[in-house]
C-alpha cells in the first residue's frame, strides 16, 4: 500500500467568477474566496482546485488564457493571490492551480506574433495550415460548434483551434513550446503552489498530418478523435514530469476526454511517472443521445453502477482514479441524478465518498444546489451553450423549446450560477449585479442556514469528509478494495470496501419511493453504523429502504 498524500486528501473545487464578490463589480475574486477559507476549513476540505484565475480576455471564463503569470483583472492582482495562498496554508489547505495549456487566447503575445507573419519567431508555436481548396485544411469541428479551423486574411492561412476561434492550439511538437510551459509551471511551483489540474491534457498530441475526423450522423463536422491521447501525449508529459513534477510535492490531475482505460493506466500509473491521476467523463456522458449533450435524458442507474464500477476494479493497483459529479462543465446531480431534494443529494454523495480514489467536491454541490431555469437564451453566458443554440435552432435541427430544455438539463451555465450563501440578496455573493443570474431558489438552499442546521447536505458532506479524512476507517476508505453488490438492480446502489479483514458496506436506495431489500446473510453482522441520512438505520435481513436511504455500517 502506496500511502500519499493526495491520496488521502479531498478537493473542493472553486470556481472564482461564480464563488464570492468581494468588491461588488458582480464578478467573484480572489480576496471573496480568501474571505471563505474559513467555511472550507469548516467543510473539512484540504484541497482547493483553483479554475483559470490568469489574465484573460474571457471568451471562455478564463479557459483562454493571455498571460500565464499575471492575475485576471476581475480577480485580483498577484499580491491578491499570495495572500490567498499564504493564508490557505495557514489553514491547512492547498492550493491546485488549473494549467490551460493545450491552448491559449488568441490575446496571448505568442499568438499575436505567430500570427504576424509567416516567418515570425512564433509562427511554429500554433497549428497552422494551408486551406483545402478553399476549404479548412481537414474536416475536424470544434467542440463550440462550427469549424475547428480559422481563416486568417493577413497569411492566408488557417490556424487550429479545437474550442473557440479566440483559443488557438498550441504546437506542443515544438520543444520551444514545452520549454516555455515548463518554465512557467516552475515559476508557479517557486510561488508555493500545490499542483495543477491539467486542462484537456489528452489533446496536446496531433496525430501527424491532421487525418480527416470520423462524421459521427447528423453532423457536419469529423470528429476530434485524431487530437485524443495521440502518439506523443504520454512522451511529452514524461518530459513535464522529469522537468517539473518531480522536482516538487505536487498534486497532478489530468482532464482527459475521451479517455480510455488502458490510456488512464498511463496517465495515472502508480509508478510516478506521468500524473497522480486523471478526470474520466465516460459516466457523465451516460445521460447524452444520439445526437449528444443537449437533451434531458436521465441516467439508467444500472449502467452508471457498472460503469463507476469498471473504473475502481479496472485501476486497482495500476493507477489511482479521481470521484466526481459535478465540476464547471457539468450540470448539477441532484438535479441529473437526483430529485433535487435534500435527501438524494446525500444518497449520491454517499456513493461517491466511499469509493476508491479522491473525491472533488464542486462548489455549492456540499449545499445540494440545483440546476437553474434560465427560461431563455438571452441568460445564458456560456459559449458553449450560445454557440449550440445558434447553430441548432438556426439550422432549424431543434426547437427553441428542446434546446433550453437541454440546456436546463445539461448546460454548462447550471454550475456557474453564484454560489447561495445566504438568503439576502443576490444570496450574499455580490452586492453588486451579478455576470449570471442567481438561481432563485437561494432563500430555501443556502450555507448560512445549512451551517445551523444539523441534517443539512453541508454537514453531511462534513461528516463524509471528516469519515474518510480522520477517523477510524480512514485508511479503509482510503485504500480498501472494492466490490460491487447487486449488480441487476436498477434502484439500488451497494457495495463493500475491505482493508485487512476489515470491512464496509455501502448501501443506497437511489430512487424517491420505498424499496424492498434483502441483505445477504453474510452481510448481516453490522458493527457500527457510519453515516446514514435517516436516524436508526438498522442492517436487518429484509429491509425496507425508504426514499434515498443511504447508510454506510462496517460489517
Ligand atoms: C475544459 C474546461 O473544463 C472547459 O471549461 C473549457 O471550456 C475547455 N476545456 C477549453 O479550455
Same mark, same amino acid.
Given at each position: 500500500?502506496?500511502?500519499?498524500?493526495?491520496?488521502?486528501?479531498?478537493?473542493?473545487?472553486?470556481?472564482?467568477?461564480?464563488?464570492?464578490?468581494?468588491?461588488?463589480?458582480?464578478?467573484?475574486?480572489?480576496?471573496?474566496?480568501?474571505?471563505?477559507?474559513?467555511?472550507?476549513? =469548516?467543510?473539512?476540505?484540504?484541497?482547493?482546485?483553483?479554475?483559470?484565475?490568469?489574465?484573460?480576455?474571457?471568451?471562455?471564463?478564463?479557459?483562454?488564457?493571455?498571460?500565464? #503569470?499575471?492575475?485576471?483583472?476581475?480577480?485580483?492582482?498577484?499580491?491578491?493571490?499570495?495572500?490567498? %495562498?499564504?493564508?490557505?496554508?495557514?489553514?491547512?489547505?492547498?492550493?491546485?492551480?488549473? %494549467?490551460?495549456?493545450?491552448?491559449?487566447?488568441?490575446?496571448?503575445?505568442? /499568438?499575436?506574433?505567430?500570427?504576424?507573419?509567416?516567418?515570425?519567431?512564433?509562427?511554429?508555436?500554433?497549428?497552422?495550415?494551408?486551406?483545402?481548396?478553399?476549404?479548412?485544411?481537414?474536416?475536424?469541428?470544434?467542440?463550440?460548434?462550427?469549424?475547428?479551423?480559422?481563416? +486568417?486574411? $493577413?497569411?492566408?492561412?488557417?490556424?487550429?483551434?479545437?474550442? !473557440?476561434?479566440?483559443?488557438?492550439?498550441?504546437?506542443?511538437?515544438?520543444?520551444?513550446?514545452?520549454? =516555455? *510551459? /515548463?518554465?512557467?509551471?516552475?515559476?508557479?511551483? +517557486?510561488?508555493?503552489?500545490?499542483?495543477?489540474?491539467?486542462?484537456?491534457?489528452?489533446?496536446?498530441?496531433?496525430?501527424? @498530418?491532421?487525418?480527416?475526423?470520423?462524421?459521427?450522423?447528423?453532423?457536419?463536422?469529423?470528429?476530434? =478523435?485524431?487530437?485524443?491521447?495521440?502518439?506523443?501525449?504520454?512522451?511529452?508529459?514524461?518530459?513535464?514530469?522529469?522537468?517539473?513534477?518531480?522536482?516538487? +510535492?505536487?498534486?497532478?490531475?489530468?482532464?482527459?476526454?475521451?479517455?480510455?482505460?488502458?490510456?488512464?493506466?498511463?496517465?495515472?500509473?502508480?509508478?510516478?511517472?506521468?500524473?497522480?491521476?486523471? /478526470? #474520466?467523463?465516460?459516466?457523465?456522458?451516460?445521460?447524452?443521445?444520439?445526437?449528444?449533450?443537449?437533451?434531458?435524458?436521465?441516467?439508467?442507474?444500472?449502467?452508471?453502477?457498472?460503469?463507476?464500477?469498471?473504473? #475502481?476494479?479496472?485501476?486497482?493497483?495500476?493507477?489511482?482514479?479521481?470521484?466526481?459529479?459535478?465540476?464547471?462543465? #457539468?450540470?448539477?446531480?441532484?438535479?441529473?441524478?437526483?430529485?433535487? !431534494?435534500?435527501?438524494?443529494?446525500?444518497?449520491?454523495?454517499?456513493?461517491?465518498?466511499?469509493? $476508491?480514489?479522491?473525491?472533488? *467536491?464542486?462548489?455549492?454541490?456540499?449545499?445540494?444546489?440545483?440546476?437553474? !431555469?434560465?427560461?431563455?437564451?438571452?441568460?445564458?453566458?456560456?459559449?458553449?451553450?450560445?454557440?449550440?443554440?445558434?447553430?441548432? *435552432?438556426? !439550422?432549424?435541427?431543434?426547437?427553441?423549446?428542446?434546446?433550453?430544455?437541454?440546456?436546463?438539463? $445539461?448546460?454548462?451555465?447550471?454550475?456557474?450560477?453564484?454560489?447561495?450563501?445566504?438568503?439576502?440578496?443576490?444570496?450574499?455573493?455580490?452586492?453588486?449585479?451579478?455576470?449570471?443570474?442567481?438561481?432563485?431558489?437561494? $432563500?430555501?438552499?443556502?450555507?448560512?442556514?445549512?451551517?445551523?442546521?444539523?441534517?443539512?447536505?453541508?454537514?453531511?458532506?462534513?461528516?463524509?469528509?471528516?469519515?474518510?479524512?480522520?477517523?477510524?476507517?480512514?485508511?479503509?476508505? *482510503?485504500? @480498501?478494495?472494492?466490490?460491487?453488490?447487486?449488480? =441487476?438492480?436498477?434502484?439500488?446502489?451497494?457495495?463493500?470496501?475491505?482493508?485487512?479483514?476489515?470491512?464496509?458496506?455501502?448501501?443506497?436506495?437511489?430512487?424517491?419511493?420505498?424499496?424492498?431489500y434483502k441483505c445477504d446473510s453474510k452481510y448481516?453482522?453490522?458493527?457500527?453504523?457510519?453515516?446514514?441520512?435517516?436516524? +436508526?438505520?438498522?442492517?436487518?435481513?429484509?429491509?425496507?429502504?425508504?426514499?434515498?436511504f443511504s447508510a454506510v455500517w462496517e460489517i
Open positions: 500500500m502506496d500511502r500519499n498524500w493526495w491520496k488521502e486528501s479531498v478537493v473542493y473545487q472553486i470556481y472564482p467568477r461564480s464563488f464570492c464578490d468581494s468588491n461588488g463589480d458582480g464578478i467573484g475574486d480572489l480576496r471573496g474566496i480568501a474571505g471563505k477559507l474559513d467555511y472550507l476549513k =469548516e467543510l473539512g476540505i484540504n484541497v482547493i482546485w483553483l479554475s483559470p484565475v490568469y489574465k484573460s480576455p474571457n471568451d471562455d471564463n478564463g479557459y483562454d488564457i493571455s498571460d500565464y #503569470q499575471d492575475i485576471m483583472d476581475e480577480f485580483g492582482t498577484l499580491q491578491d493571490f499570495d495572500d490567498l %495562498l499564504k493564508s490557505a496554508h495557514e489553514h491547512g489547505i492547498k492550493i491546485v492551480m488549473d %494549467l490551460v495549456v493545450n491552448h491559449t487566447s488568441d490575446e496571448h503575445p505568442w /499568438f499575436v506574433e505567430s500570427r504576424s507573419s509567416k516567418d515570425n519567431d512564433k509562427r511554429d508555436f500554433y497549428i497552422w495550415r494551408e486551406g483545402r481548396n478553399g476549404n479548412p485544411p481537414n474536416n475536424w469541428g470544434s467542440c463550440f460548434s462550427g469549424p475547428a479551423w480559422e481563416y +486568417d486574411e $493577413k497569411t492566408d492561412m488557417y490556424y487550429l483551434h479545437c474550442f !473557440s476561434k479566440k483559443q488557438p492550439d498550441l504546437n506542443w511538437d515544438n520543444p520551444k513550446v514545452r520549454d =516555455e *510551459v /515548463f518554465r512557467m509551471m516552475r515559476w508557479w511551483c +517557486d510561488r508555493g503552489i500545490d499542483g495543477f489540474r491539467m486542462d484537456v491534457i489528452s489533446m496536446i498530441s496531433k496525430v501527424p @498530418g491532421l487525418p480527416d475526423g470520423k462524421v459521427p450522423d447528423n453532423s457536419k463536422y469529423g470528429g476530434l =478523435e485524431n487530437t485524443t491521447n495521440g502518439p506523443h501525449v504520454h512522451e511529452y508529459l514524461q518530459e513535464m514530469n522529469k522537468k517539473v513534477l518531480s522536482k516538487y +510535492d505536487l498534486m497532478t490531475v489530468g482532464e482527459c476526454a475521451g479517455v480510455t482505460i488502458e490510456e488512464a493506466k498511463k496517465y495515472a500509473s502508480l509508478d510516478g511517472k506521468e500524473l497522480n491521476m486523471v /478526470f #474520466q467523463f465516460e459516466h457523465v456522458g451516460l445521460d447524452y443521445d444520439e445526437n449528444g449533450k443537449w437533451t434531458t435524458k436521465r441516467f439508467d442507474l444500472r449502467e452508471l453502477k457498472n460503469n463507476l464500477s469498471k473504473w #475502481q476494479y479496472e485501476l486497482e493497483g495500476k493507477a489511482w482514479n479521481s470521484l466526481f459529479w459535478d465540476n464547471h462543465d #457539468q450540470p448539477r446531480i441532484v438535479s441529473r441524478l437526483g430529485d433535487n !431534494s435534500p435527501l438524494s443529494a446525500k444518497s449520491i454523495a454517499t456513493v461517491l465518498h466511499f469509493m $476508491k480514489g479522491t473525491p472533488y *467536491v464542486y462548489q455549492g454541490e456540499e449545499l445540494g444546489m440545483t440546476n437553474c !431555469s434560465f427560461g431563455r437564451i438571452e441568460n445564458c453566458r456560456d459559449i458553449e451553450e450560445i454557440n449550440a443554440y445558434k447553430d441548432l *435552432v438556426g !439550422s432549424g435541427k431543434m426547437s427553441p423549446e428542446d434546446m433550453m430544455a437541454g440546456i436546463e438539463a $445539461k448546460g454548462r451555465d447550471n454550475a456557474r450560477t453564484p454560489m447561495q450563501w445566504d438568503s439576502t440578496d443576490n444570496a450574499g455573493f455580490t452586492t453588486g449585479k451579478p455576470w449570471i443570474m442567481v438561481n432563485p431558489n437561494y $432563500k430555501e438552499i443556502n450555507a448560512e442556514d445549512e451551517l445551523k442546521n444539523e441534517d443539512s447536505v453541508f454537514n453531511y458532506y462534513k461528516k463524509l469528509i471528516s469519515l474518510r479524512r480522520n477517523s477510524k476507517w480512514s485508511e479503509l476508505i *482510503v485504500y @480498501g478494495d472494492y466490490k460491487l453488490l447487486d449488480e =441487476e438492480s436498477s434502484h439500488v446502489f451497494s457495495y463493500i470496501r475491505e482493508l485487512n479483514g476489515r470491512r464496509l458496506l455501502v448501501l443506497c436506495n437511489m430512487t424517491d419511493r420505498d424499496i424492498n448481516l453482522s453490522s458493527k457500527e453504523l457510519l453515516i446514514s441520512n435517516y436516524k +436508526d438505520a438498522a442492517l436487518t435481513e429484509d429491509m425496507n429502504l425508504k426514499p434515498w
